[in-house]
C-alpha cells in the first residue's frame, strides 16, 4: 500500500520510527515532512500536504502525526474528500474505516508509545471500508455538507 505520512516536531521520532517498520513490511511510504526535527515548525505545513494527496488519490491512506495528534485531525479534515480521526485504540482503527472509509489515521507522538501505535496502524491499514448502504447514507451526507448542499 502507498502510505503517507506527516508530522511536525511532536510526531517526528515516532513518525521516523513508523515509517522504517511500515517500509520493512512491504508499504511504499511517502514522508510528507518534517524532514528534520525543528520545535518551531507548525502541523498545518506538513499535515495539509498529506490530506491534499490523500483526497487527490496520491496515496492510498495518510498517517497524520503531532503531539497530541489534535492538531493533526483538525487540520487534516478541513481538506475536502479526507476523513481523519483521532485513534487510540484498536477497535476504533479497524472500525473507523469499515464503516466511515476513514482514510487518514490521527496519532499524538505524545500520547502512544512506538509499539503500540505500530499496532494500531498496521490495524488502520488492514482495514477495508464495508461499503454497506447506512454507510454510504452517511458518507453522502457529510460529502454534502463538504461541498456546503446541505437543504
Known amino acids: 500500500m502507498r502510505v503517507g505520512m506527516a508530522a511536525d516536531h511532536g510526531g517526528f521520532g515516532l513518525k521516523q520510527e513508523m515509517a522504517e517498520s511500515l517500509r520493512a513490511a512491504g508499504h511504499e511510504v511517502v514522508d510528507f515532512g518534517a524532514h528534520r526535527l525543528d520545535p518551531a515548525d507548525d502541523y498545518p505545513d506538513f499535515i495539509i500536504p498529506l490530506a491534499k494527496a490523500v483526497a487527490a488519490g496520491a496515496v492510498d491512506r495518510g498517517i497524520a502525526l503531532c503531539g497530541s495528534g489534535v492538531g493533526a485531525s483538525v487540520a487534516a479534515n478541513k481538506v475536502p474528500g479526507v476523513r481523519a480521526a483521532l485513534i487510540h485504540d484498536v477497535f476504533s482503527a479497524h472500525q473507523g474505516v ?27 491499514l488492514a482495514a477495508r471500508f464495508s461499503g454497506a448502504a447506512r454507510h454510504q447514507r452517511r458518507l453522502a451526507k457529510v460529502r454534502a455538507l463538504e461541498n456546503r448542499d446541505l437543504a
Open 98 to 124: 469499515e464503516d466511515d472509509d476513514m482514510n487518514v489515521f490521527c496519532l499524538g507522538g505524545g500520547v502512544i508509545g512506538p509499539s503500540l501505535a505500530l499496532e494500531l496502524v498496521e490495524t488502520f
